[in-house]
Every structure is written in structure tokens, then in C-alpha cells.
């Protein structure tokens, strides 16, 4: 048995479909980062994680990632510009992000007032913090089989 989603027990079965699934975390906070990553390596995903946006541009680049979970709020530069950088990159346009922040709130945060680029499409979804661990995990799942998008918001 492992342990996954909020450290119930599941099948290895389970756990297994999501391994080979790479997630990346940044933020600048280190107790978001252990937390997340200890999260998603309990359910099976692998879990990468940097707290600035240029390590994250780095480290996206050298490992691929299926998902980014991204903060708004760092120091040097901010979430929305590494937001904006990265899909303006062919090899990442279409990597899902998850916007991450305890700044925003639900239904609140105006993309479109951060970023003038209408080329730019919004982040696949926000999620504030604290996180709810059920609902992380359902989030990541579905935005990686491609079930949800930014349009079912």
C-alpha cells in the first residue's frame, strides 16, 4: 500500500498511473515547495521544484515538465512575467500552468490587467492558497489527462 491523496491509502495500482507525470513547483516560499512536493511525490508524480523564476526557466528546459505549478508573488522577477516568457516559447506554449498564490482569490485575479498580450492565453487555472489537498490533486489529474482547460473555469 501507498500513500496518496491526503495520505489515505490507495492501491499501488493507483498511484502508479500517475508515475512518469513531472510537475514543477515555483515559489519562493520553502514550506510551499516541501509541502507540494511531498504531495504529489506521495501520489506518484515526480516533483521538481525551484524557487525563482530563472531557475525555473532552467529547469523547465532541462526536464520537460507535464505541469507548473507557478506563484505569483517572487522576489526579482514575478510569476505573471515567467508566465508570460514561457508561452511565448514553442517548446511550452502548451505545458498546463497552475497559477498558485495566496494573493489571489477565485474569480478575483484579472489576468488581462497583468498582461496586454492577447497572443498570451490565461494560465490554465488559479488556485489559492492554502491548498486543499483533494482538490489539488484532482486539479493536477484532470489538467494532465487533458480533461480540464482554462475555458472550464
Known amino acids: 500500500m501507498l500513500f496518496c491523496r491526503g495520505w489515505k491509502k490507495f492501491s499501488r495500482k493507483r498511484c502508479n ?4 507525470n513531472k510537475i514543477m513547483i515555483i515559489d519562493d516560499e520553502q514550506d510551499v515547495l516541501d509541502y ?17 523564476a530563472d531557475q525555473g ?15 505569483i508573488m ?8 515567467f508566465y508570460a516568457k514561457l508561452k511565448k516559447t514553442a517548446e511550452f506554449k502548451n505545458v ?7 494573493a489571489i482569490q477565485r474569480g478575483e485575479f484579472d489576468f488581462r490587467s497583468y498582461v496586454d498580450d492577447d497572443t498570451i492565453e490565461e494560465p ?9 489537498v483533494d482538490e489539488f490533486l484532482n486539479l493536477v489529474a484532470s489538467l494532465l489527462s487533458g480533461q480540464k482547460t482554462a475555458r472550464d473555469r
Do not use: F
Request: glycine content about 6%; some cysteine.
Open 57 to 71: 526557466m532552467e529547469m523547465a528546459r532541462k526536464n520537460r515538465p507535464d505541469l507548473i505549478c507557478l506563484d
Open 74 to 81: 517572487m522576489p526579482k522577477e514575478t510569476g505573471i512575467s
Open 36 to 52: 507540494l512536493t511531498t504531495v504529489l511525490q506521495a501520489n506518484g508524480y515526480e516533483a521538481m521544484k525551484c524557487k525563482t
Open 17 to 20: 498511473k500517475n508515475m512518469g
Open 124 to 132: 490554465e487555472y488559479y488556485v489559492e492558497k492554502p491548498i486543499v
Open 96 to 102: 498546463p500552468v497552475v497559477i498558485i498564490s495566496g
